[in-house]
């Protein structure tokens, strides 16, 4: 290498990146000692964005196109190195170039179950996952509040970031849709607009925006889905056609465990249990004397008809008072479940309070 080849290699002139990757978001031009030669060419291609930094401090930022670096082009860099007479000598500064394709198919998922209560089967877990994308729009301020002096910056160094963002995010939206459980795998595109629109403001605070939000399940326990699909089968969900069928499952399995009169109960068959009453299979017994049906009133609303057993449970579980409001065919309004005969067992199966020991 001759003295001329020597002193060529201490300037850069030409300055570009040709990403072959698919995951890298920052890269630094790898200037190392060398300086900047006057008129060098800067390359900025389509996705790209150059970002020059001096001494630490944001100075010019480059769209797409291509630069000859002079003072006309550089004016924060002129201001910060004070050069208002000319740009006659090499200069450093640290180039990164950043990249603004849309990185897509980010995976998200929830690591441990989100808690919700079903006004209908109580506690449940449910778990989501889906996919993200996203894209640097502020090069500046992701440099700064991100990337820092990374001269190699990845998708996988900011994942688990944003991946926490969204699932914090999903897991907001889903409390606030107040859906029934069932409900939740018809509106998935519904929850994927909404936690887009929640997360805008925090992809912000890193010169980011996502650019979509994919939830591509719901999912429950199998033993409520399970569940579900069975009460699906009935016209109407309410508390007596629950509690009817409950008891019939109840028959069933008592059935296959001993028999018995549980297998006498099992061979009438679901449908006159779930007419009011079980009819004898064989047509010479006598007719059953009508179930009561009464509704009660549940914290300002209607519920029920209920009969008997269902009533009892109510009682037990302090659902059902003698100062509760109950109606049944026949009253002209609602009274006080004390007022009814017909409830004096039920409210009478309630143990009363344990008292103290005397002392």
């Known amino acids: 290498m001759g003295i001329l080849d020597t002193f060529r290699n201490e300037f850069i002139d030409i300055i570009e990146w040709t990403d072959n990757t698919s995951d890298t978001i920052v890269w630094k031009f790898p200037r190392f000692q060398n ?17 020059f930094l001096n001494e630490g401090k944001l100075a010019d930022v480059y769209q797409p196109g291509r630069y000859e670096l002079t003072t006309a082009n550089m004016p924060i860099l002129t201001t910060l190195k004070g050069w208002k007479y000319g740009f006659n000598s090499p200069f450093k500064v640290d180039i990164f170039y950043v990249n603004t394709k849309q990185f897509t198919d980010q995976k ?3 690591k441990n179950p989100i808690t919700l209560n079903d006004p209908r089967f109580g506690m449940i877990e449910i778990r989501a996952f889906g996919n993200f994308s996203y894209r640097v729009t502020d090069a500046g301020k992701f440099i700064k509040e991100i990337a820092g002096t990374d001269g190699n910056f990845t998708t996988e160094e900011i994942s688990n970031q944003l991946r926490t963002l969204v699932v914090t995010k999903l897991t907001d939206a889903i409390a606030e849709s107040k859906l029934k459980i069932e409900e939740y795998a018809s509106n998935l595109e519904e929850f994927s607009k909404f936690s887009t629109e929640k997360l805008s403001d925090d992809f912000d605070t890193y010169g980011l925006k996502v650019t979509s939000i994919l939830v591509e399940n719901i999912s429950m326990p199998d033993e409520v889905k399970k569940e579900i699909f069975e009460l699906s089968r009935l016209d109407k969900i309410d508390m007596q056609k629950l509690t009817q069928w409950k008891t019939a499952q109840g028959i069933e399995k008592a059935a296959e465990n001993g028999g ?7 061979g009438v068959g679901l ?20 179930v009561m049906q009464i509704f009660v009133a549940v914290n300002g609303q209607q519920t029920g008809p209920f009969d008997v057993p269902a009533l009892t449970q109510m009682a037990q579980s302090g659902q ?3 100062d509760t409001l ?3 065919a026949g009253m002209p309004a ?9 409830l004096a067992s039920v409210l009478n199966s309630v143990p009363p309070p344990i008292a103290p020991p005397p002392l």
């Open 35 to 51: 300086e900047i030669k006057t008129g060098a060419q800067l390359t900025v291609r389509e996705s790209q964005v150059a970002v």
């Open 334 to 342: 609602w009274a006080a479940a004390s007022t009814l005969t017909e």
């Open 326 to 328: 109950v109606w049944k």
């Open 108 to 110: 998200w998922g929830t």
């Open 271 to 290: 449908g006159g249990i779930m007419q009011g009453g079980i009819a004898n299979s064989q047509g010479g017994g006598a007719v059953p004397p009508p």
């Open 320 to 322: 059902l008072k003698s």
């Open 260 to 266: 018995g009169m549980a297998g006498a109960f099992v």
